[in-house]
Structure formats: structure tokens, C-alpha cells
């Protein structure tokens, strides 16, 4: 019998750790219909896995971290390449050339139960690709100042069932320009300590780019400012729920942006300014459909407010009696 890989873990096996291992010139004796591409680690679990060094560091002084080669399988849509390495990760994307003459997608996929943890001197992931897809199944990005970064006019940028957790400065600066866009669908952000969790914002004009979340949760998170901050771009929210945070908004729209909310739900959120929600003067709430709201407090007053709008100086209600999500 011949195996799948220079080493194989079966499907009943765990592959506890993948780290600094490095392999050269290995090669299959024989093919496999499930895996004809893969020489370094073969999980049936998971797919293909790297070694993620690009030297051999055994028996030798520590030497320091070198970049990796982007491995040219990721960018395949049928490859079962999975990362568990956030460096390895980030040069495979950031090397990625943009093609200005087809929309293909490309996807990277984080390994599955896999915590991808930032350490001190982790920068953060910067997208500036459009069709850049990034998706795991119950996977972390965990710690660092800024987790990702959203940079120029990329479209169709996707993230779906990554967990956002412990952010420090934030978890996602969408600092794109007007047209560019990304959506999460199934995502978390949780026990983040930043200023802002999410931030739209565009530093050379008053219009930012667009974020759309579907099914997202927002949960037990610390931001001075809002969980999302959209200034001047169209944010569009839908099946998802923010509970347990500690926020000035869950939400805060700043001229001239757009919110559009529809089956969400926000629970037990303290905030500081004006709503649970803010819509400040000169933006605009496209839509305020079967949301529901319960216990949430604002800071100073006694009478709590949905959605504030500057433009007046009113509280629109929420208008569900239960939670609708289907993040709930």
C-alpha cells in the first residue's frame, strides 16, 4: 500500500501539531484519486496541510522567521489545501497577482477547530484582491492589534464561519474606497477590547465602502465607540444579533452613510450615546424591518431608544416581538 503523503493522518487520527517542520524534494511513488497533489502532510479529515518552514531547523540555533513561499495550490477552487499558520496565510493571499481580465475567485480555507492566534509582532491581514474568499468551518482568528484590513477597491471580497475574537484595536478596518465591497455571512466577533470592532472608513474622501453582514453575531465585546462603524458607506445588516456588549452604538452611521437592517436582534447592550443604534444627521436608514430589541440600556437616561435619528432628534422602535435571526 502506498500512502497519500510524505505523512499521512487517517481519518480516526488527530494531528495535534503542524509546527516548523520543513520537507524537500519528497515526492508520491503512486497517486491517489483523493489527493494527486499533496507531498507534505495528508490528513482525510482535512485535506493537504504544509510544513510551514522554509528551512530545515532541526538540531540547529533558532534562526529568524523567514517568509514563506505562497503555496500555488491555494489558489486552486478543487484544492483540499487548509491553512493552520496566519503567516503562511497572509503571503499567500498578499502575493496573490490581481487579474484585471477575469473575476475568478480565489479561496483560501483555514483548517478546520483550528485557532489561528496573533502574537505580538503579527501584523494584520490586508486585503486588496478583489474575489478573495476566505472561509473555515469552526475555526478562530484570536488576539493582535488589527485582525484584518480591507485596503483600496477590491470587490467580492468574502469571510464565512470565522470566529473574530479578542481584537485590540479592531477586528476589521474597511478602509476601501466607494466601490469597493465584502460580506460576512456566519461570522462572530466576540470578546473584543477596541475602540471600534468593525470600522468603514475612507481617509481621501466622505464615502467609504460597503460591508453587508448575514448571520453574524456580535457578542460579549468592549468598543468605546460602536461595534460597527460605518462612515459614509452602505451597511447592510440582516439575520444577525449583537448581545452582551459594551458599546458608545452597537451601531453608528456618520454622513453621508446608509444602514439597512432587517431581521437582527440586539439584547443586554449597554451604550453610551444617543440608541441602541445611532443614525446620525445627514445619513440614511434604508430600512428598519423585523428587528427585536430587549434590555438594552443607554448610559444618563432612563428611557431606552432603538434607533436614534439625528435628523430629528427621534427614537424609531423595533418592530419584532421575538427574535427572528437566524444567528440567534
Same mark, same amino acid.
Given at each position: 500500500m502506498f500512502y497519500d503523503a510524505t505523512v499521512t493522518v487517517d481519518e480516526t487520527s488527530v494531528l495535534q501539531f503542524n509546527f516548523e517542520n520543513y520537507g524537500n524534494n519528497n515526492f508520491?511513488?503512486?497517486?491517489?484519486?483523493?489527493?494527486?497533489?499533496?507531498? /507534505?502532510?495528508?490528513?482525510?479529515?482535512?485535506?493537504?496541510?504544509?510544513? /510551514?518552514?522554509?528551512?530545515?531547523?532541526?538540531?540547529?540555533?533558532?534562526?529568524?522567521?523567514?517568509?514563506?513561499?505562497?503555496?500555488?495550490?491555494?489558489?486552486?477552487?478543487?484544492? =483540499?489545501?487548509?491553512?493552520?499558520?496566519?503567516t503562511s496565510l497572509q503571503v499567500a493571499i498578499q502575493s496573490s497577482p490581481e487579474d484585471s481580465e477575469s473575476n475568478a475567485v480565489k479561496s483560501y480555507t483555514i483548517c478546520p477547530n483550528f485557532v489561528l492566534q496573533l502574537g505580538t509582532n503579527d501584523t494584520e491581514l490586508v486585503i486588496t484582491r478583489s474575489n478573495t474568499h476566505i472561509s473555515c468551518n469552526n475555526c478562530t482568528i484570536s488576539g493582535g492589534e488589527i485582525q484584518i484590513s480591507i485596503q483600496m477597491s477590491p470587490?467580492?471580497?468574502?469571510?464565512?464561519?470565522?470566529?473574530?475574537?479578542?481584537?485590540?484595536?479592531?477586528?476589521?478596518?474597511?478602509?476601501?474606497?466607494?466601490?469597493?465591497?465584502?460580506?460576512?455571512?456566519?461570522?462572530?466577533?466576540e470578546a473584543g477590547n477596541a475602540p471600534v470592532i468593525v470600522n468603514m472608513y475612507y481617509q481621501f474622501g466622505p464615502q467609504s465602502m460597503s460591508l453587508?453582514?448575514?448571520?453574524?453575531?456580535?457578542?460579549? =465585546?468592549?468598543?468605546?465607540?460602536?461595534?460597527?462603524?460605518?462612515?459614509?458607506?452602505?451597511?447592510?445588516?440582516? /439575520?444577525?444579533?449583537?448581545?452582551?456588549?459594551?458599546?458608545?452604538?452597537?451601531?453608528?452611521?456618520? /454622513?453621508?452613510?446608509?444602514?439597512?437592517l432587517t431581521r437582527s436582534c440586539f439584547e443586554e447592550n449597554s451604550s453610551v450615546r444617543l440608541g441602541t443604534i445611532q443614525v446620525f444627521n445627514g445619513t440614511t436608514l434604508l430600512a428598519n424591518s423585523d428587528?427585536?430589541?430587549?434590555?438594552?440600556?443607554?448610559a444618563f437616561s432612563s428611557t431606552p431608544c432603538d434607533i436614534f435619528l439625528g435628523v430629528n432628534n427621534s427614537c424609531v422602535v423595533f418592530d419584532s416581538l421575538k427574535c427572528l435571526a437566524s444567528a440567534n
Open positions: 508520491q511513488l503512486v497517486t491517489s484519486e483523493i489527493n494527486s497533489t499533496c507531498t /507534505d502532510i495528508f490528513w482525510e479529515s482535512n485535506g493537504c496541510l504544509l510544513f /510551514d518552514a522554509a528551512s530545515c531547523a532541526a538540531f540547529s540555533p533558532i534562526q529568524p522567521p523567514t517568509v514563506l513561499p505562497a503555496p500555488t495550490s491555494s489558489t486552486s477552487p478543487t484544492s =483540499n489545501l487548509c491553512y493552520s499558520n496566519w470587490i467580492n471580497v468574502e469571510f464565512r464561519g470565522i470566529t473574530f475574537s479578542g481584537a485590540q484595536s479592531g477586528s476589521v478596518m474597511a478602509f476601501g474606497k466607494n466601490e469597493a465591497s465584502a460580506l460576512f455571512v456566519n461570522c462572530t466577533f453587508t453582514f448575514v448571520g453574524c453575531k456580535f457578542l460579549r =465585546n468592549s468598543a468605546f465607540t460602536a461595534l460597527i462603524q460605518n462612515q459614509g458607506g452602505s451597511l447592510v445588516v440582516k /439575520d444577525s444579533v449583537m448581545n452582551n456588549n459594551e458599546a458608545g452604538n452597537t451601531i453608528f452611521v456618520s /454622513d453621508p452613510g446608509s444602514l439597512s428587528n427585536y430589541g430587549q434590555y438594552n440600556s443607554i
